[in-house]
């Protein structure tokens, strides 16, 4: 089974500042996506980065890939408190079970 | 929101007992996927369903059953429930049966066994 793993586990900014995040996982993607989770509630999927793509952007986001060296990164930029949430990577190929990582838990204070 | 509805939000039962969880897909979604997040385990993939057919089987427990009608709605049977059992439960769906695609999450049930 495919796992991402986030990097770093927590980070803590001011409002206003860019926020990164990456991930890596171990063998070869179909495409990868990234989502976030407020508090207590559902996932929200933010992106998909297909493995053929190199980078992507959605609003303030922008996300990288980099098939050689297995990882991508989330770069949000001019961070609000509302982005504060954790955020999971996850790999895909087809037929792998769905393994979500532990995630990075960003906290942005105003 | 996701279009995606579960329910219930809330439900508390004892040790033994068995509960079962509901979940709608958004509309012309296909495929139903469950999850369970607790603080120890993170977030786990439980189990799949396309149209109907199990799809994909992750770390779902033998007291632990699922499945999906054919106006698509999706049931997560939980049974001889212990307190480690205690967790959110999500449901997802999407639109095709490959794992590769987008997922939309639904607000989840907090089951809690006492």
């Known amino acids: 089974s495919q796992q991402g793993e986030e990097d770093p586990q927590a980070l803590s900014i001011q409002e206003g500042e860019n926020a990164t995040m990456n991930c890596s996982y171990k063998?070869?993607?179909?495409?990868l996506q990234w989502y976030r989770q407020n508090s207590g509630r559902g996932l929200v999927h933010l992106i998909l980065?297909?493995?053929?793509?190199r980078e992507k952007h959605s609003g303030r986001l922008r996300v990288t890939l980099d098939t050689s060296k297995k990882s991508s990164s989330l770069l949000i930029t001019a961070s609000r408190a509302a982005d504060t949430a954790s955020y999971f990577c996850?790999?895909?190929?087809?037929?792998?079970?769905?393994?979500f990582g532990a995630g990075t838990i960003l906290r942005v204070k105003s | 929101d996701s279009g995606v509805t579960q329910t219930p939000k809330h439900l508390i039962t004892a040790t033994g007992q068995r509960v079962t969880l509901r979940c709608s897909p958004r509309?012309?979604?296909?495929?139903v996927y469950w999850y369970q997040q607790s603080l120890d385990q993170g977030l786990q993939f439980l189990i799949q369903?396309?149209?109907?057919?199990?799809?994909a089987k992750g770390n779902i427990l033998e007291r632990f059953s699922a499945q999906q009608f054919p106006d698509l709605h999706s049931e997560l049977n939980l049974s001889s429930l212990e307190l480690g059992d205690s967790a959110l439960y999500f449901c997802?769906?999407?639109?095709?049966?490959?794992?590769?695609?987008?997922?939309?999450f639904g607000p989840g049930t907090r089951l809690t066994v006492l």
């Open positions: 997802a769906s999407s639109v095709q049966g490959q794992g590769y695609n987008e997922q939309f």
């Open positions: 063998t070869s993607i179909n495409n």
């Open positions: 980065i297909r493995s053929n793509e």
């Open positions: 996850l790999p895909m190929e087809y037929g792998n079970k769905l393994v």
């Open positions: 509309s012309g979604d296909l495929s």
């Open positions: 369903y396309y149209n109907g057919e199990e799809r």
